[in-house]
């Protein structure tokens, strides 16, 4: 993210309109976009398919059955209990879809790419878990056992690297839930099936997988060396890998080169595992204060995941909600708690990240957080909204203005979600700041955004600016931003610089528990707050509007909710839109 002003000419021969380039063939497109390492790797695993389907290939994964689990299962994660309640009567409830006695069990006809990869992935173990009883365990082994059999072989979908990643690691985290060692029958098919994927994942990463799906997997990877009988060989190969992506893909300041606070809650809980995994075999090699086993890994491990628990408090809220950017949902904020609790050391107040491109400000019981850094490179974009200069505030640990967020499987939902226009910044001509390709990732994004902090006797301010209209439109997009000492007033100065002729709309999308209503003169809107307090919205010579707007909640709900817009025509070199937000009575 660059630094410094942003008053530069626009660039000569920009196209003027809203003229965004028409792709004709968006797939192939997009695919000879990507960096050609990854384009290679997507290629070869095209290419090795029939190979990975042949009798050949299948017997060349081993038949390794033998041992038992070498190490205790790390504290498993969060699930839903409802979905587990429904597998109990044989209703899989998966990405919005409920089917009813599935056959076969990882791809019934019907189901969508959704629920096929919640189930392949065995998250649905942590669901019944969660549920408890001896039933439920029951449930688990059975449906567990069910499906080694039906998927001796290779398959293309679930054997995919990323879902295969995901089911290794789900059952290895569970497998004193589902009493491996106790059961010679049980226990022999389960690990004959885990240690042929395992195999087939440690021979075919990356499997063209980039980003935190390739940490995830990495990490997948050396579990399953660290947890099955004889898995050195895996072991030491997730490690390389890992390592590797490390290096490449976590910034200086802590953060992922992906921006999104929600797959860096996952990486962390991936890495965390693994730390608690080498814990427990040094506690078993019986050192009285363990450590981790010497390994070239083992001090950037230690390092990256106290780095990401300070990033991840950052991104939250007061309700322990995490930001809404790039692809980040609503999640249960215990599930946050929980993973902060168990990085285990005293975490770093930040408030800035210059690498990541996110700024925190905290001044009295308001805290707002704002995108002000370019998005990723296309192949570490598939998470990337056209939110540049987004934020979100919260008062007193209630969110008021909020992104609309990103549904957890509904394409559709999640493809409105990442335009400009579902987040609380301005948009010029109803046009995104950055293309959105339909099969995920950004073209035409911002690439010069600059931001500036400043701090004076506790009041601060933040100069930021992108170009994702430059292009376009001509115009670059300046938001300057001012909190009071006390949080009690914040104030924002939107400027765009070019030439005039196009419209643009001002978003402030308000939190569904939020109350608003607009005088009716139209000069400004009243907010309130559920537990009362009361804010003031004004923009100096303009009139305010409520729209429609939605908000997607934990589980894919969506929810109603409210939008203030500021609509109005730029019509000089140089457009002014200035606002203040200001709470109302009361010191609290």
């Avoid at 893909?249 to 992922?256: R, S, V």
């Avoid at 946050?336 to 690498?355: A, S």
């Avoid at 931003?481 to 400027?495: C, K, N, P, T, V």
């Avoid at 969506?558 to 009575?585: A, F």
Wanted: glycine share 10%.
């Amino acid at each position: 993210m660059a630094d410094g002003g942003s008053d530069s000419k626009p660039k000569q021969g920009a196209r003027r309109g809203n003229q965004r380039p028409k792709l004709l063939a968006p797939r192939l497109q997009t695919f000879f976009a990507l960096p050609a390492g990854l384009i290679w790797q997507r290629l070869k695993r095209r290419l090795r398919q029939p190979y990975y389907q042949s009798g050949l290939y299948h017997m060349s994964l081993g038949r390794r059955s033998a041992g038992e689990m070498r190490l205790p299962a790390p504290e498993a994660w969060g699930g839903d209990d409802q979905c587990g309640l429904a597998l109990l009567s044989d209703e899989f409830r998966f990405a919005g879809e409920a089917i009813r006695a599935p056959a076969p069990l990882g791809n019934p006809i019907g189901a969508g790419i959704g629920w096929r990869t919640v189930m392949n992935s065995f998250a649905w173990l942590n669901d019944l878990r969660l549920v408890g009883g001896p039933y439920a365990r029951q449930r688990a082994r059975a449906l567990t056992q069910r499906w080694v059999e039906e998927n001796e072989r290779y398959e293309p979908f679930a054997w995919r690297g990323d879902i295969l990643a995901a089911r290794l690691r789900n059952i290895l985290l569970n497998h004193s839930y589902l009493d491996v060692n106790n059961d010679a029958l049980f226990r022999s098919a389960l690990l004959l099936s885990l240690s042929r994927q395992a195999e087939h994942l440690s021979r075919a990463l990356p499997d063209a997988l980039s980003g935190g799906a390739y940490i995830k997997a990495a990490a997948a990877l050396m579990l399953a060396g660290m947890m099955l009988p004889r898995g050195e060989k895996w072991l030491g190969r997730g490690e390389a890998h890992l390592r590797a992506a490390l290096a490449t893909q976590m910034l200086a300041d802590g953060g992922h080169v992906e921006r999104s606070p929600q797959l860096m809650l996952e990486v962390l809980q991936h890495l965390i595992d693994l730390r608690d995994c080498y814990l427990a075999a040094a506690r078993q090699r019986g050192d009285a204060a363990p450590k981790l086993p010497a390994s070239p890994l083992s001090s950037s491990l230690e390092l990256t995941i106290n780095n990401l628990g300070s990033v991840l408090l950052m991104l939250s809220h007061g309700d322990g909600m995490l930001a809404g950017f790039n692809d980040t949902p609503e999640i249960d904020p215990q599930e946050l708690v929980r993973t902060i609790e168990r990085v285990g050391e005293k975490l770093r107040p930040l408030n800035q990240l210059p690498m990541t491109g996110f700024q925190r400000l905290d001044r009295g019981r308001t805290t707002i957080i704002m995108d002000c850094g370019a998005p990723p490179r296309h192949g570490l974009d598939t998470h990337a909204h056209a939110g540049t200069l987004s934020f979100e505030l919260s008062h007193d640990g209630e969110r008021m203005l909020v992104n609309c967020g990103a549904h957890p499987w509904a394409h559709d939902w999640r493809q409105v979600q990442r335009t400009t226009a579902a987040h609380n910044t301005l948009v010029v001509d109803n046009t995104n700041s950055a293309m959105l390709l339909p099969h995920g990732g950004l073209a035409l994004r911002p690439e010069v955004v600059t931001c500036r902090r400043e701090e004076t006797d506790g009041q601060i301010w933040l100069d930021t600016s992108h170009d994702g209209y430059e292009e376009s439109f001509g115009l670059v997009h300046r938001r300057k931003l001012y909190l009071s000492a006390d949080g009690h007033e914040f104030i924002g100065e939107e400027h765009l610089v070019g030439p005039g002729g196009n419209a643009y709309a001002l978003r402030f999308h308000l939190h569904p528990q939020v109350s608003v209503s607009v005088t009716q003169n139209g000069q400004a809107a009243l907010i309130r707050m559920p537990k009362g307090s009361g804010w003031r919205l004004r923009v100096d010579g303009a009139e305010l509007a409520l729209a429609e707007s939605v908000h997607i909640a934990e589980l894919g709900q969506v929810r109603r909710s409210q939008q203030i817009v500021v609509i109005g025509t730029i019509e000089s070199d140089r457009t002014e839109i200035r606002w203040l937000l200001q709470r109302e009575g009361g010191k609290k």
